[in-house]
T-cell receptor
C-alpha cells in the first residue's frame, strides 16, 4: 500500500459543484499539505496542517477549504468549483526535517 | 520573501552527455534544500536534502551540491530513464513549510 493515498485519481465535475478530494497517510507524520500543480507554475501550497487542531492557509487558499479529520486524514474541498481550478492536486506529508512524501495526485477537470 | 528559481526550464541531452541543473534561492535562513524527481502524472519523489554550503550528496548518476545562493544537480552520463522533471525546494528557518521551484524538464535521447 502507498504511504500517501489520494482519492479519486481522476475527476471531472461541472462548474458550481461541490467536490472533495481525500488524502490518507500511513507514515505517522503530523504534518500534511495540499498543493496544486499547473504547467509552468510548479507546486503551489493551498493549505497545510501541523496537527489535528491546526489549519493554515497557503499562498492560494481562496476557493478552497480543508478538514483534518484525524492525524492520518486531510481532505480538500472546493465549495463551488470553477474552470480555473482545473489542475493536478497533490497531498503530501512530512516530518519536522521537511522531507516530503507525496501522493500520486488527483487530476481534476472542471467543465 | 522566499523564492526558488530553476534553470533551464527544459533540457534535452543525448544519452551519455553530462550536464547540470541550477536552483537559485532566496530564503531567510536556510534550514534545508530539497531535490525531487517527478515523472509525468505522478507525485514528486524525494532525492536529496542538503543543509549547509559545501555539502554534497550522490545517488547513482546524480550529484547535488549546495552554495549559499544556489544548488546544482549534476547528471553524469545520463540514460533515457533519467528523463523526468526535477524539482528544487527550500525550507526556511521557521521550518513551517517548503517552497518549490517550477522545475526543469529533462529529456534524454537514446
Amino acid at each position: 500500500d502507498a504511504d500517501v493515498t489520494q482519492t479519486p485519481r481522476n475527476r471531472i465535475t461541472k462548474t458550481g459543484k461541490r467536490i472533495m478530494l481525500e488524502c490518507s497517510q500511513t507514515k505517522g507524520h503530523d504534518r500534511m499539505y495540499w498543493y496544486r500543480q499547473d504547467p509552468g507554475l510548479g507546486l503551489r501550497l493551498i493549505y497545510y496542517s501541523f496537527d489535528v487542531k491546526d489549519i493554515n492557509k497557503g499562498e492560494i487558499s481562496d476557493g478552497y477549504s480543508v478538514s483534518r479529520q484525524a492525524q492520518a486524514k486531510f481532505s480538500l474541498s472546493l465549495e463551488s468549483a470553477i474552470p480555473n481550478q482545473t489542475a493536478l492536486y497533490f497531498c503530501a506529508t512530512s516530518d519536522r526535517q521537511g522531507g516530503y512524501t507525496f501522493g500520486s495526485g488527483t487530476r481534476l477537470t472542471v467543465v | 520573501e522566499d523564492q526558488v528559481t530553476q534553470s533551464p526550464e527544459a533540457l534535452r541531452l543525448q544519452e551519455g552527455e553530462s550536464s547540470s541543473l541550477n536552483c537559485s534561492y532566496t530564503v531567510s535562513g536556510l534550514r534545508g534544500l530539497f531535490w525531487y524527481r517527478q515523472d509525468p502524472g505522478k507525485g514528486p519523489e524525494f532525492l536529496f536534502t542538503l543543509y549547509s554550503a559545501g555539502e554534497e550528496k550522490e545517488k547513482e548518476r546524480l550529484k547535488a551540491t549546495l552554495t549559499k545562493k544556489e544548488s546544482f544537480l549534476h547528471i553524469t552520463a545520463p540514460k533515457p530513464e533519467d528523463s523526468a522533471t526535477y524539482l528544487c525546494a527550500v525550507q526556511d528557518s521557521s521550518a513551517s513549510k517548503i517552497i518549490f521551484g517550477s522545475g526543469t524538464r529533462l529529456s534524454i535521447r537514446p
